[in-house]
């Protein structure tokens, strides 16, 4: 999910017809600039070099969000494929979250997510959470450090009945990064963009990846 | 052996040199060789202005509880793009404009 603005300028992009370390070339219809779809950056054109700014998207079932988001609108299109994406539970082992960070980049496969939903990890200096969604196949990624009265505080979470808290205060947060019960209610986890990508487009992307393994 | 490694090592070099002068990474991270493969001869027409229904509208419909779904917020604005009607590559990416701004939507 990308913002499309790029120095005041609107871009359209389609599917180019290319294809680089086995994953799609975008390209737009203004300058005709040649965008990687998992980078978001362009490769060659006079936009060379530019990256899009990432949005977080989320990728759950339509019964989830359409409870967490009640009022949210819907692309309405002719529908391309029955049922896709079972995949992601089927065949997790073919997919990782993938989480990029500067220039850091780091694997989640989901084979680790459905073992481990909620992971607190630490990648360079970044603190991560890792939420992932039992009953879609919807993770998320979020910077587990907060502001507390102006002191800076990493948080523990883990999920118990059912509830995302924290080990600190055992405050609840929901799903969307939002503490909704105890002490630190109102505070709000910063979303990173994490992308579900197949494992070895991602490999490719980004040889320097580091993978997240289960602790024994 | 040391001939076939002979070009690879060549495309490398400048690589190396970078990270060496620079000393960082990021060098060796972004400057990598581009050689897209043409695998279809022309570019499809982008997606724009796509239709948008409400909940209501799509509920059951466009799509089912147990489908998934590409959801973002954007502001105050939050919209689903359903994964059953984005497979293939003529629907990879739909321009898009939600929360005031304008956003590509892709997975």
């Known amino acids: 999910m990308y913002a499309r603005k790029v120095n005041d300028q609107e871009l359209n992009f389609s599917v180019s017809g290319m294809l680089w370390r086995r994953s799609l070339i975008m390209i737009d219809r203004e300058t005709k600039s040649l965008w990687s779809h998992l980078l978001g950056k362009a490769m060659d054109g006079t936009l060379k070099g530019t990256t899009l700014e990432t949005l977080p998207g989320v990728i759950t079932t339509w019964k989830a969000w359409k409870e967490a988001q009640p009022k949210t609108s819907v692309l309405v299109m002719s529908r391309t494929a029955r049922e896709f994406v079972k995949e992601f539970h089927e065949q997790p082992g073919r997919f990782v979250l993938g989480l990029r960070l500067l220039h850091r980049a780091k694997a989640y496969p989901f084979e680790a997510l459905i073992a481990q939903p909620v992971i607190n990890d630490t990648f360079g200096e970044d603190a991560v959470l890792l939420v992932y969604d039992p009953d879609g196949t919807g993770g998320r990624a979020f910077d587990r450090r907060v502001k507390v009265k102006n002191e800076d505080r990493t948080l523990q979470f883990e999920r118990g009945k059912g509830k995302l808290t924290d080990r600190e205060t055992r405050s609840v947060w929901s799903e969307e990064g939002r503490c909704v019960e105890g002490v630190l209610k109102g505070i709000e986890l910063r979303e990173l963009p994490a992308i579900p990508s197949f494992a070895k487009a991602w490999k490719q992307f980004y040889p320097e990846t580091e993978i997240y393994k289960l602790p024994k | ?107």
């Not at chain 2, 060796?28 to 695998?39: I, K, L």
């Not at chain 2, 279809?40 to 239709?51: C, G, L, R």
């Not at chain 2, 954007?74 to 990879?92: D, F, M, S």
Request: glycine share 8%; hydrophobic share 45%; proline share 8%.
């Open chain 2, 1 to 107: 052996m040391m001939m076939m490694m002979m070009p690879t090592m060549m495309r490398r070099m400048p690589f190396l040199f970078l990270f060496i002068g620079l000393g960082s990474l990021s060098a060796v991270f972004s400057e990598e060789e581009f050689n897209p493969r043409v695998v279809i001869p022309k570019p499809f027409a982008p997606i724009v202005d796509p239709e948008i229904g409400t909940l209501e509208e799509a509920d059951g419909k466009v799509v089912k509880d147990e489908e998934l779904v590409l959801g973002v917020v954007v502001g105050r604005e939050a919209r689903a793009y359903p994964i059953n009607t984005l497979t293939g590559p003529r629907r990879e990416i739909i321009n898009d404009r939600l929360g005031g701004r304008s956003i590509a939507a892709t997975w």
